[in-house]
C-alpha cells in the first residue's frame, strides 16, 4: 500500500485530479495559498476527484490555471491575429463556445461571456495533449477553487471529446450497465428509453450503472473484448453517474416497441446511427475522419444490435441473453 493511500501524507491542496473517460486531468492552481475545495458545486463531478499527493500517478493531461480580471489580462491570454491558422477556426450561431488553432498546433476553446472583451474560460491546448492552460474569471471564481465551475460544461466535454479522438475513442449519448462480463450500452435520442434501462437494471442484482446519459468508449487492448466503456459526470433526466468502467460488449440501437425485439445491425446503418449520437469534433475534419474508421472497426469487432423494447424488468435480462452476459 503506498503512502498516498495510507492516508499517512498531506493532499497538495494546490491541486486536484478528475478522472474523466479514464484519462487523469490535473488542474493547478496559480498560488500555493488557493486550495480547491472537494466538496464542488455541481456533485456529479464527486466521484470523480481524486486528491492529489506527492506520490500520486503522474496525470495524462496537466492544466495549470491562471485568473484573468481585467481586459487587459483576457487580451494577454488571447493568441495574436497573426499566431492562428486562417483554416482552422470553428464557431457555431449561439453556441456558449468557439475554437481556434495557432500555426504551433495549439488548440483554443473560447467561452465567451455577454461583456465584450470579457470571457468565463480560454481553454489552450498544447499540441502534446500532455499540457494546457485554463484562463478564467479571477472575478466570479470565489475561494476554494471549484472545479466544476471551472471546468465544468462545455469545456470538460469538448476536451476530452477531443482527446478520445486523439487516442481512438469517442464520447456516446448513451446509458452504460454493467454486467459481471461486460458492459452494454444503449444508444439512441432524447426519448428513447436510455434513463428507462439504465433505471430499470438497478432492479437487477449483479447489474451496475455507468451513467444514464454519456458514455466515453476507448480502444483498449487490455480488455478482453479490446473496448472499455466509462461512466461519465453528465448524466441525463435519471440523474445516474459513477464512476465504474468495463469491457465493452455490445451496443443496443434502442427504440420503444410493443414487444421485446432484437436483430443484428447491419453496419451501414450502425454507423449512420453512431455518428448521430456521437459528441463530434466538428472542429477537426481529420478527426471526425479518424472516429469514423474507429467506428467503423469497432463495429467489425463487437456485436450490435437494434433492439425495440418494452419499459419493463424483463428488458435488461432479455438484451443480455442476447449477447450471453
Known amino acids: 500500500m503506498s503512502i498516498a493511500n495510507s492516508n499517512l501524507q498531506k493532499p497538495l491542496s494546490d491541486q486536484l485530479d478528475l478522472e ?3 484519462f487523469r486531468v490535473r488542474l493547478q492552481s496559480p498560488d500555493p495559498n488557493m486550495t480547491f475545495t472537494h466538496q464542488p458545486q455541481d456533485v456529479c463531478y464527486l466521484p470523480f476527484i481524486d486528491m492529489v499527493y506527492a506520490d500520486s500517478p503522474p496525470p495524462d493531461l496537466h492544466i495549470s ?3 484573468a480580471t481585467s481586459k487587459a489580462d483576457w487580451q494577454k491570454a488571447l493568441p495574436a491575429a497573426h499566431t492562428l491558422k486562417t483554416d482552422a477556426y470553428y464557431r457555431v450561431p449561439d453556441a456558449p463556445w468557439y475554437y481556434q488553432q495557432t500555426t504551433q498546433g495549439q488548440d483554443i476553446f473560447v467561452v465567451p461571456s455577454l461583456e465584450p472583451g470579457i470571457y468565463h474560460q480560454i481553454l489552450i491546448l ?3 495533449y500532455r499540457h494546457g492552460t485554463l484562463i478564467y ?8 477553487l471549484d472545479s466544476s465551475s471551472l471546468f465544468g460544461y462545455p469545456l470538460d466535454r469538448l476536451m476530452i471529446a477531443n482527446r478520445l479522438m486523439r487516442d481512438e475513442g469517442f464520447l456516446l449519448h448513451a446509458s452504460g450497465i454493467g454486467t459481471p462480463n461486460g458492459v452494454i450500452l444503449f444508444t439512441g435520442p432524447s426519448g428513447a428509453g436510455k434513463t428507462t434501462l439504465c433505471q430499470l437494471s438497478q432492479q437487477v442484482a449483479d447489474c451496475t450503472q455507468l451513467c444514464d446519459e454519456r458514455i466515453a468508449v ?3 487492448p487490455t480488455s478482453p473484448t ?3 466503456a466509462y461512466g461519465t459526470p453528465w448524466p441525463g433526466e435519471g440523474n445516474i453517474y459513477n464512476r465504474i468502467n468495463g469491457p465493452l460488449a455490445a451496443i443496443f440501437l434502442i427504440s420503444h416497441a410493443e414487444a421485446n425485439w432484437l436483430q443484428p445491425a447491419h453496419d451501414s446503418h450502425a454507423l449512420t446511427w453512431l ?6 469534433t466538428v472542429w477537426n475534419k481529420d478527426g471526425l475522419t479518424l472516429t469514423l474508421d474507429f ?3 469497432l463495429l467489425e469487432e463487437l456485436p450490435c444490435y437494434e433492439y425495440g423494447f418494452v419499459p419493463t424488468v424483463e428488458a435488461i435480462s432479455y438484451a443480455r441473453h442476447a449477447v450471453g452476459l
Open 295 to 297: 467506428i467503423a472497426g
Open 20 to 22: 474523466l473517460g479514464g
Open 65 to 67: 490555471l491562471q485568473a
Open 275 to 280: 455518428m448521430r449520437e456521437i459528441f463530434p
Open 226 to 228: 479490446g473496448y472499455r
Open 137 to 144: 474569471n479571477g472575478a466570479t471564481q470565489s475561494l476554494p
Open 218 to 220: 476507448r480502444r483498449d
Open 126 to 128: 498544447e499540441p502534446d
